[in-house]
């Protein structure tokens, strides 16, 4: 979708808009959004972050899915100075002067720190929101010295973008969201999110997000979904914290998955670029318990992943239930 298609809809009669569900967990979904309800989602955050009219912002992701639109809809209500680049993995490689406000994906951010010229821009923008995927410790820990704001998203095309936020850099950083006033979390019996949002979702939202909730009662942090824990021989596994635990010492791409077995119910496997399939049953050795150890290792081309950069979990169970 082009700006200009956009921005046509968005002027059009009708109260709502048609987005797509990412995919990350199976195929993208099509849902109709209030184009209020969006307006009040813009609100929110260029308040939050203390943007004023006149600010540049930065719009280098697809207008396909809910992150591109919001951006598009906060320099509308807000009076932003919008910046449109190519969707791209080096989106600060095609602008001089660095916006004001900036939303990206972690791939993106990634890439711009291995560039110098990227990096130095990067350390230049006041306002920069970071969603789409999860954030590796190592960005994290770099993140902290960024001189400026910089926050992870929580949120998803149901709650409009972003609900809650967690700072990054600074003295401030965190590993709790923190909800946008007037959002209200809680947690059901299977352990997931659930989010009280009636500005922007007109009934809560029970989210497939494995959550733990502070002792304030309104911070959060996550600990994997729902549909990523593997139960094996009565044992519950988070494919996130085993990814996480094997990451600083992997330097190839990888993913945990899953697949149907007749004793344990369901055991762990290992997806990845590489055919050094040694090497990788040694590190899971050394970093890995004896419940999360792989039964099976799978090399691939390249590891699957949605039009938006996350991983295509649905995409590589069938991977592991077919190989």
Not at 44 to 60: E, H, M, P, V, W
Not at 284 to 309: F, M, W
């Amino acid at each position: 979708m082009t700006l200009e298609e956009f921005i046509n809809q968005w002027q059009s009669p009708s109260p709502t808009l048609l987005v797509h569900t990412s995919g990350s967990t199976g195929k993208p979904k099509p849902m109709l959004v209030e184009k209020r309800r969006m307006e009040a989602s813009a609100r929110i955050t260029c308040s939050f972050l203390g943007l004023k009219r006149g600010d540049s912002a930065l719009l280098c992701m697809p207008l396909d899915y809910i992150a591109g639109k919001m951006m598009v809809v906060r320099a509308i209500v807000w009076g932003l100075q919008l910046i449109e680049v190519s969707p791209c993995g080096h989106p600060l490689k095609q602008i001089d002067t660095p916006p004001v406000f900036a939303a990206m994906v972690p791939m993106q951010v990634y890439n711009s720190m291995q560039d110098d010229d990227e990096r130095q821009k990067l350390w230049q923008i006041k306002h920069l929101i970071i969603g789409g995927g999860a954030i590796s410790d190592e960005m994290a820990a770099e993140l902290r010295l960024h001189p400026n704001a910089v926050w992870s998203t929580y949120g998803m095309t149901e709650t409009l973008s972003h609900i809650a936020l967690r700072r990054l850099s600074g003295p401030q950083a965190s590993e709790w969201y923190e909800p946008f006033d007037g959002v209200n979390v809680s947690i059901n019996a299977d352990g997931c999110l659930v989010i009280d949002a009636p500005t922007v979702c007109a009934l809560p939202l029970t989210t497939n997000d494995i959550a733990e909730i502070a002792a304030d009662g309104r911070r959060f942090r996550i600990r994997g979904r729902k549909d990523n824990v593997i139960c094996s021989g009565g044992i519950k596994l988070q494919i996130e914290e085993m990814e996480a635990k094997l990451r600083p010492y992997i330097n190839v791409s990888f993913l945990i998955s899953k697949r149907s077995d007749p004793k344990f119910g369901e055991t762990v496997v290992m997806i990845a670029e590489t055919n050094d399939i040694e090497s990788l049953k040694t590190i899971c050795k050394e970093r890995l318990n004896k419940y999360e150890q792989p039964h099976k290792y799978i090399a691939v081309d390249s590891i699957p992943t949605t039009e938006t950069g996350k991983p295509a979990r649905a995409k590589a169970m069938e991977i592991a239930q077919t190989h």
